[in-house]
Nanobody, 114 residues
Framework: QVQLVQSGGGSVQVGGSLRLSCATS????????MGWYRQAPGRQRELIAR??????TYADAVKGRFAVSRDNEKSTVYLQMNGLRPEDTAIYYC?????????WGQGTQVTVTS
């Protein structure tokens, strides 16, 4: 069973930064096809970043502020979030696709205060 464990959420003031982690105990290959999502109160879940071995894409709302990176030795994918805004407040989820199945992290709360 593939398990994704998230960490790095918290509360930060406007303009601050956070780095979210999404890790698996298995091979880094499990994280080859990654997505980062968020769900704000009263809103639908939205895709904010997608990352594969060949590169990554970002939603307009986060482009230029968020970046995905990897540490294959730790089987971990990161989401670096800079210049945070109140509208970034949401629960953030990572997702990987492995063996034609989607696996999701447990989610982590990010709160941006003004």
């Amino acid at each position: 069973q593939v398990q994704l464990v998230q960490s790095g959420g918290g509360s930060v003031q406007v303009g601050g930064s956070l780095r979210l982690s999404c890790a698996t105990s298995g091979s880094a290959l499990i994280l080859a096809d990654m997505g980062w999502y968020r769900q704000a109160p009263g809103r639908q879940r939205e895709l904010i970043a997608r990352a594969g071995w060949s590169g990554e894409t970002y939603a307009d709302a986060v482009k230029g502020r968020f970046a995905v990176s990897r540490d294959n030795e730790k089987s971990t994918v990161y989401l670096q979030m800079n210049g945070l805004r109140p509208e970034d407040t949401a629960i953030y989820y990572c997702r990987t696709t492995w063996g034609r199945t989607d696996y999701w992290g447990q989610g982590t709360q990010v709160t941006v205060t003004s």
